[in-house]
């Protein structure tokens, strides 16, 4: 079956604009995470969504917002972009399914963000 | 709050050789995983280890759990050049998806 996207693949913007990253999970997957990676701060998490809800949030200003539709289809928004929010930023999908049950993630090919 | 330590940040070996990627973390844990990322691409799962004890090997790699001592360690056997990439450990906790991630060790295999 089809893998995790995400589009676009590579963005640039410059600072002060926004700009929103699209993640489309594996078919039957409800939850989608974000993480940005940079060489400085390495692989970190953003956000959860589950069934269109943000289920955990990670330490980041709340220029960075997220959401998720009912087809599971998520986007993450980021307002005013400053140089620093240059970055990888991944997005990964699993079952979700709570209660002691380990769910395997599965990271897209990222979006390649570059604020100038 | 978790923390994940990988060491060593960099390393640089021989082909044919062995050597260890040991990972730390601070807080008692559920799952441990391991993926391997190639310059400019993602991430692609290796192992993921649920229980003390736990091994795994896939080829020349084998990981190992020790939640007693909160560590983990990835373990090369007679590195070739297509291994060179940069492996992170990751931990979560069931229930919770958040994947706290270790600094990442770039591997270099030198012909």
């Known amino acids: 079956k089809a893998g995790v996207t995400q589009t676009p693949r590579y963005l640039i913007k410059t600072r002060g604009q926004q700009v929103t990253l699209s993640c489309s999970p594996i078919?039957?997957?409800?939850?989608v995470s974000w993480y940005q990676q940079t060489p400085g701060q390495g692989l970190q998490f953003l956000f959860e969504?589950?069934?269109?809800?943000?289920?955990n949030k990670g330490n980041f200003p709340g220029r960075f917002s997220g959401r998720q539709f009912s087809n599971s289809r998520s986007e993450m928004n980021v307002s005013t972009l400053e140089l620093g929010d240059s970055a990888l930023y991944l997005c990964?999908?699993?079952?979700?399914?709570?209660?002691?049950?380990?769910?395997?993630?599965?990271f897209g090919p990222g979006t390649r963000l570059t604020v100038l | 709050e978790l923390k994940v330590e990988q060491n060593p940040l960099f390393l640089s070996m021989q082909e044919e050789k062995n050597y260890t990627i040991y990972c730390n973390y601070s807080t008692t844990s559920d799952r441990l995983y391991w993926y391997r990322q190639d310059p400019g691409k993602s991430l692609e799962s290796l192992f993921v280890l649920l229980s003390n004890g736990a091994v795994k090997q896939e080829g020349r790699l084998m990981a190992s759990l020790d939640t007693k001592a909160r560590l983990s360690t990835l373990h090369i056997t007679a590195a070739v050049h297509d291994l060179s990439a940069t492996y992170f450990c990751a931990v979560a906790n069931f229930g919770n998806e958040k994947l706290t991630f270790g600094t990442g060790t770039r591997l270099t295999i030198i012909p």
């Open positions: 969504y589950f069934s269109e809800t943000q289920r």
């Open positions: 990964a999908s699993s079952l979700g399914l709570a209660g002691g049950t380990y769910n395997e993630q599965f």
């Open positions: 078919s039957g997957h409800r939850s």
